[in-house]
């Protein structure tokens, strides 16, 4: 619209000589054939009823006592509406209204509608929140208007409440007796909430949730935390996931994904995210933004991208290789900029403190002052530790492709964290690479050195350092030398594992030179002893980092396609092992993932990373590779796992992919929603020893000890399993796993697809010309697909191996109704290399076998 203010138009329509216009911001416009002065008729809001002073007092008291006077609340009962009208004066939050009675909530959404409010601050919902699906973690404010009419001294009650509150202090009032409070005490002590605390303040119960999620974890440096383990302890975070939220800010205030910016950062429910001129600060458990903080030029050696660009726009290193430009923590945002160190109050962004080099502890000179910059950045306990004096050894812009500028500094500076004091400092002889800075257990690990192609950049501009690139592990408080190595130091990344007193010495890698850098080494690495030095093993084989310390195991995070190198055993250094489903030899572990840039991201349950669209690895159940449709990762991985959540922030901005969602969102486990995989085990020419195959299924599954795979294959890579059916007049059927019903022996997703004809199944379980006759358990699976059916229509026979082993089947009337999955299973079958399932329609049948799955186990 050309008009001032009046927003995108949303849709139009022509009729009668005028063109009728919406747009988006809900304002109407009539357009005719002749120029005349415009009517207007503006929306005039209506003022809201009145409260009673007693109601906002209470209102006024609430917000206050909650501390939060902007984003989400919830009224449980609306009362005579006056507490929602206090609320609505009072405080800038959002809420949601929830009462029974449908006429009163009718009446309310007019006043408010009137008022100009109504879908804009607050709904009002018809039911009882008991019985409704409210969404957990978003209210940081929960009121009662009517307690009479709610059962507020029920355990259900009170878990309903708990579940609905944000952590880290979200609050619900409840006014009630002192009888009632101690009755809602009890009731809360005997749901067994953790971080649940209930008191009287006046005449009203206050329940809290308080601090994290059990087993919520953090994301607070560039790659996890101050010792690189490129891990989240969270523990929350775990397949299959559901939506939380979606939308939220736009990318705009995001950096270019094609730049490699700084991973987000998660801390204490806050999610921060660097943009090209600013930092921001939103809501994890809600998206909203909570502050956003100008920083100009704060991104620009993250988005070093060319004046002209093609339509595929190239990768930069990056932060992966500069580092980040801020650091997070309960008490304190930490940004270097230019000349000082910012520390941000993490809940409102103001200003706390700024910090400066100290020049004369330093011994710099004016000129070096003027020079002096910021490069790495990390916290521990109430150390700031930071490199300072980033060395330049050409004129490629910091962060460009193939530009090793900034990727190391003159200086490794130790201050404190509050008042900004330098507590000591140590001078490079080669260069601190920033990837080599790591802080753990009271140590400061480092690697004093550089590249060789490093140092012909500095030859070529008269620099030659003299004496031996060295690791050294400085004590944290005092920077003391506790050890150092001089022998064979070739590593530009360090990461530390606390649990195992473990210091791993590698390249940071990353899809080789068209997303890394060229010296990056990623075919050594070195395990030393964290205490002392001493060398534990040594691994020479071809990685791609940065390596991911989980618990027992070292994962490379960042394949460029295909299969990972092996997973290798912390204490060793060897390969790490599994059982291959399907034939029962021991393998490699390794995952996989189509293609994508990005670095890969893991939790206790979970890794994530680009696989096309936003992708993952199940973890948990050893489960395969999957999607989450529709939405990519960037090339900075935005899929982080903290606090309890999956969190995707849009950082897309610059990318032109046609993926279907571009929007920011959040999930939570979420055990009903459907997840397939597929997978990395290879096909072997063993002997089947244990086999699923899912028919009509959109992918794999790992089912306790079982492999499902799908057939027809559609989901992605599985192991070559070969399978035929040899009518090709069959019918596939596929329905949400919800819709049908199931149990731990006879899962509903193995019954919720199938297929529907007559003909035989073969499945290939060995080849070649030793095969021997072995014997076999056969589980088959079957649900009748026709939902409305109320009448035995189809009836069939089944043979394994020509035998008849079921006369007259019908799925329906075994189960007792439609989309129920049951299981038959039959013992001591003889194959030597294939088994068949013959399906046979009954003579008096009018519909079709049909058959969901087939289970082969070897006795």
């Given amino acids: 619209m050309a008009r001032p203010g009046a927003g995108r138009r949303r849709t139009m329509l022509a009729a009668d000589d005028r063109l009728v216009v919406v747009t988006e911001k809900g304002r109407i416009y009539c357009f005719g054939a002749s120029a005349e002065h415009a009517k207007e008729y503006p929306f005039e809001p209506a003022p809201l009823p009145p409260c009673t002073t007693a109601q906002r007092g209470y209102a ?184 939380l939220w979606f939308g939220g800010p736009t990318n705009e205030n995001v950096l270019p994904r094609h730049g490699y910016g700084p991973i987000p950062q998660i801390c204490h429910g806050r999610l921060f995210i660097l943009g090209v001129n600013s930092i921001s600060a939103r809501d994890v458990y809600s998206g909203r933004t909570l502050w956003q903080k100008d920083f100009p030029g704060i991104g620009d050696p993250y988005q070093t991208l060319p004046d002209t660009p093609s339509s595929y726009l190239p990768h930069q290193p ?226 791609q980092g940065p390596l991911a310390l989980h618990s027992d195991r070292i994962i490379p995070t960042c394949p460029s396609k295909g299969v990972s190198s092996p997973a290798l055993d912390v204490l060793t250094g060897e390969a790490i092992l599994r059982r291959h489903p399907i034939t029962g030899k021991e393998i490699a572990w390794r995952f996989n993932r189509t293609y994508g840039c990005g670095t890969g991201i893991s939790s206790k349950h979970l890794l994530t990373f680009r696989s096309g669209a936003a992708g993952f690895y199940d973890l948990r159940n050893d489960g395969g590779t999957g999607n989450f449709g529709g939405f990519r990762a960037s090339c900075t991985n935005n899929l982080v796992p903290a606090d309890g959540v999956l969190n995707a922030p849009d950082y897309t901005r610059t990318c032109t992919c046609a993926y279907q969602n571009r929007t920011s969102l959040a999930m939570i486990h979420t055990p009903e929603v459907e997840m397939w995989t597929y997978s990395a085990i290879p096909a072997s020419r063993e002997p089947v020893q244990r086999i699923g195959i899912n028919l009509g299924a959109p992918g794999d599954r790992l089912h306790g000890e079982t492999l499902w795979l799908d057939y027809p294959s559609v989901g992605g890579s599985s192991p070559d399993i070969p399978v035929s059916f040899s009518n090709d007049d069959v019918h596939w059927f596929r329905m949400h796993s919800s819709l049908a019903q199931g149990n731990d022996k006879a899962p509903a997703w193995v019954g919720a697809s199938g297929l529907e004809g007559e003909g035989a199944l073969e499945i290939t379980l060995a080849s070649g010309d030793d095969t021997q006759e072995r014997r076999f358990t056969v589980n088959l699976y079957f649900a009748e697909p026709e939902m409305r059916q109320t009448e035995v229509e189809r009836s069939f026979d089944v043979a394994l191996q020509g035998q008849v082993q079921l006369q007259g089947f019908s799925p329906f009337k075994e189960a007792e109704g439609a989309g129920k999955t049951i299981t038959r299973s039959f013992t001591a079958i003889k194959a030597s290399d294939t088994i068949t399932v013959t399906l046979t329609k009954a003579d008096n049948a009018n519909r079709p076998p049909v058959l969901s799955g087939v289970e082969i186990i070897c006795e």
Avoid at 369 to 387: F, N
Avoid at 490 to 502: A, I, N, P
Wanted: glycine share 10%; charged share 20%.
């Fill in 60 to 243: 006024e008291a609430i917000i206050a006592e909650g501390g939060a006077e902007n984003g989400y609340a919830q009224m449980w009962g609306l009362g005579d509406g006056g507490l929602l009208y206090a609320l609505l004066e009072s405080s800038n939050m959002h809420i949601l209204a929830i009462d029974p009675d449908a006429t009163k909530v009718a009446n309310v959404r007019r006043m408010l509608a009137d008022a100009g409010l109504y879908g804009r601050r607050v709904a009002v919902l018809a039911g009882t929140p008991e019985t409704m699906d409210l969404p957990p973690y978003i209210a940081s404010l929960i009121v009662t208007g009517d307690t009479d009419a709610l059962n507020v001294n029920t355990t259900p009650f009170v878990e309903k409440m708990f579940h609905c509150l944000r952590p880290y202090g979200g609050m619900a009032c409840v006014p009630v007796s002192s009888a009632q409070h101690q009755r809602l005490a009890t009731a809360t002590q005997k749901a067994l909430l953790v971080n649940a605390s209930v008191y009287r303040k006046g005449n009203v119960s206050i329940l809290r949730r308080e601090g994290a999620l059990p087993g919520a974890g953090q994301w607070t440096h560039e790659l996890a935390t101050s010792a690189n383990i490129v891990m989240s302890e969270d523990e929350l975070v775990k397949m299959p996931l559901g939506i």
């Fill in 318 to 543: 990056g932060a992966a290789f500069v580092g980040s430009r801020y650091v997070s923590s309960p008490d304190g945002v930490y940004i270097a900029y230019k000349d000082f160190i910012y520390r941000l109050d993490p809940a409102t962004g103001e200003e706390l403190a700024t910090f400066a080099l100290d020049a004369v502890g330093l011994s710099l000179t004016e000129a070096l002052i003027a020079d002096m910059s910021w490069g790495y950045i990390g916290a521990w306990e109430d150390l700031l530790i930071v490199s300072a004096g980033p060395q330049l050894f050409d004129d490629v812009p910091i962060g460009a492709r193939d530009s090793l500028n900034a990727t190391s500094s003159q200086y490794l500076v130790v201050m404190n964290r509050y008042t900004g004091e330098m507590l000591w400092h140590k001078h490079a002889n080669y260069g601190f690479r920033h990837n080599a800075i790591v802080t753990d257990n009271e140590t400061v690990f480092t690697i004093d050195g550089l590249s060789e192609g490093v140092l012909d950049l500095m030859k070529r501009r008269g620099i030659t350092p003299v004496g031996e690139p060295t690791l050294y592990a400085f004590n944290a408080r005092n920077g003391e030398v506790k050890w150092q190595e001089n022998a064979d130091v070739f590593g530009t990344w360090l990461g530390y594992s606390k649990g195992h007193d473990l210091l791993i010495q590698a390249g940071r890698g990353q899809r080789g030179g068209a997303h890394g850098l060229a010296d990056e080494p990623n075919d050594r690495i070195k395990a030393h002893r964290g205490a002392d030095g001493a060398l534990l093993w040594e691994h020479h084989d071809t990685y």
